[in-house]
């Protein structure tokens, strides 16, 4: 089951903030007279703190709204607008991204959105080509996918023989490795897309007619392709992904837990190409 996090957060921090603000504007003035009735009775005009509160008992939801109301606001402000952290399930992003890395992601570098809805409220940055993005996916938005940024808007992109070609201009691609040497089976390539160089794996096994096809990006969504090439559920079987989708740039990993029984590993820490 998929549980979408982000509208839990919002929500308990709406019903703990009106819970605040409902006993600040309609009890606490009530126990403020109680107190101050208690105090002018009193020979010296004061009652320790434990006489206040048994005289103006704080209500449990009043109490529990005080102590959650402002760590779930900053919570939501820093996970909604500032960086959001990220496990990778899978190994479509293989070898930049391994199962079980945890990374961060800039949640701003594509414009301040809404919480749940999406919504961008102010434009900050574009997406660029080679990217390492986050965003929901079309077809069960409550699923977040990562992959790599390849089509923008209006672009032309071909896949042919486990080359990308982007309005006609086919990206340089380096063979790096063979692996193993032996009875190769995968095949380590440094691609550039556009101004970014990073690595990929290509399956020999592979037909070099798997994911082909041609493309034409529509404005306002974006093509996107996982670095593990031949074993990959990207843009090529399900489409475009809508700017709406988008939920930020992945920009670092900051740690590697691949079993709950393992150790963490934080020698990994990196940045993303």
Not at 25 to 50: N, V, Y
Not at 102 to 113: A, E, T
């Amino acid at each position: 089951m998929n549980f979408d996090f982000a509208l839990i957060l919002v929500l308990a921090t709406l019903v703990t903030g009106l819970g605040w603000l409902v006993d600040k504007l309609f009890f606490e003035p009530s126990r403020r007279k109680k107190i101050a009735t208690a105090e002018a009775a009193s020979s010296d005009g004061a009652i320790p703190e434990d006489a206040k509160e048994k005289c103006a008992p704080l209500p449990w939801w009043s109490d529990f709204s005080r102590s959650m109301f402002p760590v779930l606001a900053v919570v939501l402000i820093v996970r909604s607008f500032i960086i959001e952290p990220f496990q990778i399930p899978s190994g479509s992003m293989l070898p930049t991204l391994k199962i079980g890395d945890f990374i961060v992601v800039n949640k701003f570098s594509y414009g301040l959105r809404l919480p749940v809805l999406g919504t961008k409220i102010v434009p900050v940055g574009e997406p660029q080509r080679g990217d390492v993005v986050v965003f929901k996916y079309p077809k069960n938005p409550s699923v977040n996918y990562i992959k790599r940024l390849v089509g923008l808007p209006g672009d032309v992109i071909t896949y042919k023989d486990k080359t990308i070609f982007v309005n006609g201009v086919a990206q340089e691609q380096t063979l790096v490795a063979k692996l193993p040497p032996i009875n190769t089976e995968t095949l380590l390539i440094n691609e550039t897309l556009g101004d970014v160089k990073h690595e990929m794996y290509t399956d020999v096994r592979a037909s070099a007619r798997s994911g082909s096809g041609e493309w034409v990006v529509p404005e306002g969504h974006y093509f996107m392709m996982g670095d593990n090439r031949d074993n990959s559920n990207d843009s090529r079987y399900w489409g475009y992904v809508p700017d709406e989708l988008l939920v930020g740039k992945a920009f670092a990993v900051w740690m590697h837990w691949p079993t709950f029984f393992s150790l963490p590993d934080f020698s990994v820490v990196r940045g993303i190409e």
